[in-house]
């Protein structure tokens, strides 16, 4: 349900401005409105850095303690110690424990570089041993020769090499030998000439050794604060939205009178207007209080019960409605977990679901885990019945099992096995165009229900007309298909009400245009004329669209089907001491492809029916922006 909302305008004075504000946003019922688009200001985008750098602080330290937590110690209960950087406890919720989480990030990047230089000049040093860079000089000065490192594979060493250059074999690694040459000038010696680092090996080793301490450290450090202080962070960042919404307040008002007056337009909730309008009478405030016109941009907010606001995550993937629309919540929720159960479509599977739904829904970290939970709790027990009703279960056709439990309910499986075709088409494929109808036309009637709501009752005939023509005929042609005899009085009645409808369709489908008595009928009829070209192609193909209902559902038990036959057959050879392995490999390999496929076309096609057929009959524009009142941000 879309709450209802009051339009507030403002005109304060300057002098009692910063007070106003301050007050304002202590009273958290109004969502102040954006006079100035685009408008920024220093103060604004300190704040809005401010909380990114919180933000970022935050995520390397949940980073690093998934990472490191388990490898640290157990942090004391003297709170961390920091050295002289440390910040105090009267400190620590301000930017001063940011800099240091900041400088605790930047030093573990300094430290691993230096871990990385120090490797790979080990590994340059490591054919060469730990040799002193010292007597290698005091050689070449005695010798007046310089002294060369090579590398070459095997096969390419050749032997006059250390003849002509006194080629030394220092290493063989790797099929590759690393040797010496000592020459006045470069020797014509056809190899990889290697220019080694300053240090010795040695030197690189504790380099790399200390750096590994400092990192170790580092992270005992990162993780201490992540455990003991996250939450003053937290704070910080809650702080600096807060700043970054009273900047955007401060930049959301217009000056009037050569700046002596302000002129402010925020929107609050019905029920908390009378409240707002008492606080500012007390003050003085001038203000006006007010209906929203049609072209207003309200805000919304948008309240629904523990049930429907499971489904609220899936409207949000769309749009949340203008504060114009009817918000579709409870009106889709029902369909979507049906959809999702006929789209599933295994009793088995369902209950994996419900199994999963409910350890999230009692484990899960975190609220909007467990609400993921009990979604799937709903979205668990829609396919255990939708399986149970197809029979269908791990694959499996209950109509073809010999089981003697199963003899009494195998005629009313809703397959082809249990009730048989129904006017010669599989039951499921004809109740998954009937459940879209269903939907189609509770789509029109919100439609006509949006248009009675925004316009009056006039704009919404001629679309009743077309529900109450549609329900006529389907009573009228559908039910004698069925071999329901209808009373000849039954008849002449839908007959009547189809043609009262008609002349609302044809005649009344544009209210507004009888202001021009001339134009008004004609716009009317070619009006009628072009609805009616659009129901009969539209609605034929959105009820086609629910056929993949029937489609899905046949397809996931199809293949799991289709795995459980490999399972059975391919080690039907074996004796039962070892077939037993290679069965459940089959059938996990088999049924987890299977449902994971099915589990992603379970939540794309419903999304797809709701978003397109649904929302396109239901009128459903979307587009709005969220009900978020000014006020102070509180832990």
């Not at 907010?301 to 429907?308: A, E, F, Q």
Request: hydrophobic share 45%.
């Amino acid at each position: 349900m879309i709450e209802k909302m009051k339009k507030l305008t403002f005109l304060v004075t300057q002098k009692e401005y910063d007070g106003f504000i301050a007050g304002l946003r202590e009273q958290g019922v109004v969502h102040v409105q954006q006079l100035k688009q685009g408008q920024t200001s220093p103060a604004l985008q300190k704040a809005i850095d401010t909380r990114l750098r919180y933000q970022q602080a935050i995520d390397y330290l949940d980073i690093s303690l998934k990472a490191w937590g388990k490898a640290s110690p157990v942090p004391s209960k003297g709170g961390v110690n920091c050295g002289n950087d440390s910040p105090s406890p009267l400190e620590r919720a301000g930017e001063r424990l940011l800099d240091y989480v900041e400088k605790l990030k930047a030093d573990e990047v300094n430290i691993r570089h230096t871990i990385d230089e120090a490797e790979k000049n080990i590994q340059k040093l490591e054919p060469w041993g730990n040799f002193d860079w010292e007597a290698i000089q005091r050689l070449q000065q005695e010798s007046g020769m310089q002294v060369y490192f090579y590398a070459c594979n095997t096969k390419s060493f050749q032997a006059d090499w250390a003849e002509k250059y006194f080629a030394t074999t220092i290493d063989e690694h790797n099929k590759r030998i690393y040797f010496l040459a000592f020459s006045a000038e470069e020797p014509d010696i056809k190899a990889e000439r290697l220019e080694l680092p300053d240090g010795s090996l040695a030197q690189y080793q504790q380099e790399a050794a200390d750096a590994r301490k400092a990192l170790q450290k580092n992270h005992d450090m990162t993780c201490q604060i992540a455990r003991e202080q996250r939450e003053a962070l937290v704070e910080g960042m809650k702080q600096a939205q807060g700043e970054i919404q009273l900047r955007e307040v401060e930049l959301s008002d217009e000056s009037i009178a050569d700046g002596a007056v302000r002129l402010m337009v925020g929107w609050t909730l019905a029920d908390k207007a009378d409240e707002l309008a008492k606080w500012l009478d007390d003050r003085r405030i001038c203000y006006e209080l007010e209906n929203p016109a049609y072209e207003d941009d309200v805000p919304v907010k948008i309240t629904n019960g523990s049930y429907t606001r499971l489904f609220e995550p899936i409207l949000r993937m769309y749009s949340l409605p203008n504060y114009r629309d009817i918000d579709p919540s409870v009106f889709f929720a029902p369909f979507f977990m049906l959809f999702f159960g006929l789209c599933l479509g295994d009793g088995g599977y369902g209950l994996l679901v419900l199994l999963g739904g409910i350890f999230l829904a009692l484990k899960g970290g975190n609220d909007d885990m467990k609400s993921y939970g009990r979604l799937g709790i709903w979205l668990g027990l829609a396919t255990t019945v939708c399986g149970l009703l197809t029979g269908t279960v791990f694959g499996i056709d209950l109509t073809k099992q010999d089981w003697a439990f199963l003899a009494p309910v195998k005629p009313y499986f809703l397959n082809d096995n249990g009730v048989g075709l129904l006017f010669g088409y599989s039951p499921m494929m004809v109740i998954s165009v009937i459940i879209g109808l269903i939907q189609v036309l509770l789509g029109m009637v919100l439609k006509g229900c949006k248009a009675w709501k925004n316009f009056g009752f006039g704009y919404a005939i001629g679309t009743f007309s077309w529900v109450v023509a549609l329900l006529s005929a389907i009573a009228l042609f559908g039910l004698p298909a069925c071999g329901v005899a209808l009373p000849i009085g039954l008849v002449y009645a839908l007959y009547g009400i189809i043609g009262v409808s008609v002349i609302g369709i044809f005649l009344y489908n544009n209210p507004g245009a009888y202001k021009n008595p001339i134009l008004g009928p004609l716009l009317n009829i070619g009006g009628g004329v072009w609805a009616t070209y659009g129901m009969a192609t539209g609605l034929l193909g959105d009820l086609l669209s629910y056929i993949r209902l029937f489609a899905l559902g046949l397809t996931g038990g199809v293949l799991g089907g289709v795995f459980n036959a490999l399972a059975y057959d391919m080690t039907s050879s074996l004796p039962w001491a070892i077939r037993w392995l290679p069965m459940v490999l089959i059938l996990l390999f088999g049924h987890g492809i299977t449902f994971a496929l099915s589990m992603i076309s379970a939540f794309v096609h419903p999304m797809r029916l709701t978003f397109v057929e649904f929302f396109k009959n239901a009128d459903f524009s979307g587009g709005g922006k969220e009900y978020t009142p000014f006020r102070v941000v509180k832990s």
